[in-house]
């Protein structure tokens, strides 16, 4: 199913009943990421995955429009009616989840982010959240996709745990499918940018925070999960034995049960 916003067509699916819960995908995926969570949590809720902007099913970009994820997360939730919800994200999931806690924290029940957390000057400095864009800027940057997908895929396995071989086929499908519009067009990343970190130590006291760290993911992203944690001193951290960046993926039997048990605590 689709909602429909001013600019864009976001793809939906929704299922069981009860608290909601929503899951939100990882950069170069889709919400088929979710297959594992999906049907067991809606068990217990009322569960939502979605495509992002830009990815899976959801429309592309404007590149002349500057959008923000976690704008169209608030749209999603009251378009379905949805006053408060368990966000769930992973790696950029995480990051609008985040988003979401820091801008709209009267709207989380509790928030649980694996694979990632703080973002600000992870890798490199934050790009200027008034940067201009000119004309040049609207047009695909030269970038052979099926090679940037080859080794883009490369990297994801070098990041999975133990049990990547199990998820291999699965991920190379969303990839293979994936738009790549980011890689092409993007040029200010849809995000709340450099403030990010301020606004959520206002909210040290607000909704519970899970930390989900994947044994074997990448020093990056084990980083950026230290780095929330180190800023939200209350949250929670639960560390998947043997799995990488794709712990939901990967162990879904543990990464199921680390969640619902926080979900229903």
Excluded at 172 to 179: N, Q, R, Y
Excluded at 191 to 199: P, Q, Y
């Amino acid at each position: 199913m689709y909602i429909t916003l001013s600019d864009a067509n976001l793809y939906y699916e929704s299922k069981g009943t009860g608290v909601t819960v929503i899951l939100i995908h990882a950069h170069s995926v889709d919400s088929r990421m979710w297959d594992a969570q999906f049907d067991s949590l809606a068990e217990k809720y009322f569960v939502i995955r979605y495509d992002l902007r830009g990815y899976g099913k959801s429309s592309l970009p404007d590149p002349r429009v500057h959008y923000r994820h976690v704008d169209d997360l608030v749209a999603i939730m009251h378009a379905l009616d949805v006053k408060q919800a368990h966000l769930v994200g992973l790696s950029l999931g995480s990051m609008v989840a985040l988003d979401c806690l820091a801008l709209y924290p009267e709207r989380v029940l509790s928030a649980a982010c694996a694979s990632s957390g703080l973002y600000a000057g992870e890798f490199e400095p934050w790009p200027d959240d008034e940067l201009e864009l000119q004309e040049q800027d609207f047009v695909a940057r030269p970038i052979a996709l099926d090679d940037f997908k080859k080794e883009w895929m490369t990297l994801m396995m070098q990041c999975s745990g133990l049990q990547k071989d199990r998820i291999y086929n699965e991920l190379e499908t969303m990839i293979s499918e994936w738009s790549a519009w980011q890689i092409l067009y993007e040029r200010k990343r849809p995000l709340v940018g450099s403030v990010i970190e301020s606004l959520l130590h206002k909210q040290s006291e607000g909704p519970p925070l899970l930390v989900i760290i994947g044994e074997l993911d990448s020093e990056g992203s084990r980083n950026s999960s230290g780095r929330l944690l180190d800023l939200i001193s209350n949250a929670e951290k639960v560390l998947i034995a043997g799995a990488g960046h794709f712990s939901n993926m990967e162990s879904p039997k543990a990464f199921n049960s680390v969640l619902i048990n926080f979900i229903s605590s």
